[in-house]
């Protein structure tokens, strides 16, 4: 007889300790977190201890906890961190991680068949499309960010409005070439969505913005129809709900309207500013985005979730079946009426993945735990921090606001107005980076008509405003002590 193995341990007790202790000492991370710095940098030693060669033999599990301690650690991103408020990352929850827990405890693989994790995942859609105002007969999946949320939907535009059979005959150079709009401020993942769908980044119009770098609705129509006119296929307007340089939202309606009149979809990146829809005060910035043909949009940036979660919705559940769903289905999928085989959700056709991890538990979970009002609340709170932010650079003769504060993001640098731009942008680099280095804040930058920016955004259910009066107070303390060539 073959001698046989697991992977079980072989001392249940040994693991259940260690399990307890990291539980315990993972939540004392949390609450002590402000006593460490909001960021800093990888020593070398560390990172060459990560080059070793793979181990043929297996160590003792309370050694590997050691070494995450130590190594590992004290060395995140550190988007949990009160003062971090680079890109757009969200913090996660202590509940969310206990729903981690369960979820990787039961390791389902929602892709379809009856199980429970298809049921969870249905729930917590239908809630989604509660809370934000959308279609109620609407489809939509969970997947891990709004990059894949924006392929999706795309994919759907190209493949209904493409006056042809894409799915069979792939992208043709002899039909009607197919267009894409949106504004220059649209983010990145639209020309990558672009690239795999086959279009081709030639097909991708970007709109100049306007002052408050929203997309120019006069010159967004000037070519949709010139390209009309030429022979030209639109396929989908993209709107912004929530810039990721400057949180501007487009004007949704006029875009709705567009897309009505020139026979295309609207699909609306709303990867963060979706969720002011939970903000009865600051639902009115995203008006229109109920009218958009598909959403694409996070749960892991502006409802605090861990990562990874993102969400897709399309209003018409036909064409979002008919764009993934395989007319000739393999035998190994096939749909039976009883058994693990059965049940009526199959998330699968409805997206690339088979094998899909479950994102879901933790949302209705913490859903539950808090309820809709106080994300509603939290979300405001972060919009006020902004607004907060705000006032602070105003009164500072020093600094200057380098774009309107629509929402939760807050763009500004120091500048005593002597010094050539090249010099400033220098001067706020350094800025920028001696607060990352001494672990003050975490702010990222972008650049904004030439302009270094300072650029904070807040999706931070631990920020407070004594946070934003220590990022102001540190900036003029760093600027004191740089010598300026």
């Known amino acids: 007889m073959l001698p046989e193995e697991t ?20 939540f004392e991370y949390l609450i002590t977190i402000r006593e460490r710095p909001a960021w800093q940098a990888v020593p070398n030693d560390i990172k060459n201890s990560l080059k070793t060669l793979v181990p043929k033999k297996g160590l003792e599990i309370t050694k590997i906890y050691d070494e995450f301690k130590k190594n590992i650690l004290p060395y995140p991103l550190g988007n949990i961190h009160p003062r971090f408020w680079g890109w757009v990352c969200g913090t996660g929850t202590p509940f969310a991680v206990l729903a981690e827990l369960l979820t990787s405890t039961m390791n389902s693989n929602p892709t379809g068949g009856e199980q429970i994790a298809n049921y969870v995942e249905s729930q917590v859609i239908e809630w989604t499309k509660e809370m934000i105002g959308y279609y109620p007969n609407a489809s939509g999946l969970l997947v891990s960010g709004c990059s894949m949320a924006n392929l999706i939907g795309l994919a759907v535009a190209r493949n209904i409005k493409a006056g042809y059979d894409v799915i069979k005959k792939g992208i043709r150079t002899d039909e009607k070439k197919l267009l894409v709009y949106g504004s220059t401020e649209m ?9 795999l769908l086959g279009l081709g980044t030639d097909s991708l119009r970007k709109i100049p913005v306007k002052d408050d770098y929203k997309i120019d609705i006069g010159k967004l129509k000037e070519t ?35 897309a009505q009149e020139y026979d295309t979809m609207l699909h609306v990146d709303g990867a963060f500013g979706t969720w002011c829809r939970l903000s009865p005060k600051s639902a009115h910035l995203v008006n229109g985005i109920e009218k958009a043909d598909s959403i694409a949009f996070d749960y892991h940036k502006w409802m605090y979730m861990q990562y990874d979660v993102g969400c897709v919705l399309i209003r018409d559940r036909e064409d979002h079946y008919q764009t993934f769903n395989l007319a000739d289905n393999h035998d190994y999928m096939v749909h039976l009426t009883r058994g693990t085989g059965s049940g009526d959700i199959w998330f699968s056709e409805y997206g690339i993945q088979m094998s899909r991890q479950d994102r879901a538990l933790k949302i209705w979970m913490c859903i539950k735990e808090h309820g809709t009002d106080k994300y509603g609340r939290l979300i405001e709170q972060n919009i006020q921090q902004a607004n907060y932010l705000t006032n602070l650079v105003k009164k500072q003769n020093n600094l200057e606001l380098l774009a309107p504060t629509t929402m939760n993001i807050v763009n500004f640098r120091y500048n005593d107005g002597q010094m050539e731009n090249s010099t400033l942008n220098k ?28 650029r904070v955004a807040i999706t931070n259910h631990r920020s ?22």
């Open 427 to 454: 001067l706020n680099e350094e800025v920028l980076l001696q607060l990352q280095e001494k672990g003050i804040a975490a702010p990222s930058s972008t650049t904004l008509n030439s302009n270094f920016s300072i």
């Open 224 to 258: 949709l129809e010139f390209d009309t006119n030429l022979g030209s296929q639109p396929i989908c307007i993209i709107g912004s709900a929530g810039t990721v340089n400057t949180g501007a939202v487009d004007d949704l309606n006029a875009l709705a309207n567009l």
């Open 464 to 485: 407070k405003q004594e946070d934003f009066d220590l990022l102001i107070s540190e900036i003029m303390s760093i600027v004191d002590s740089i010598e300026i060539k």
């Open 7 to 26: 992977l079980d341990p072989e001392n249940w007790d040994e693991m259940r300790k260690l399990g307890h202790q990291m539980l315990d000492e993972m």
């Open 187 to 195: 983010h990145s993942s639209i020309d990558k969505a672009i690239q």
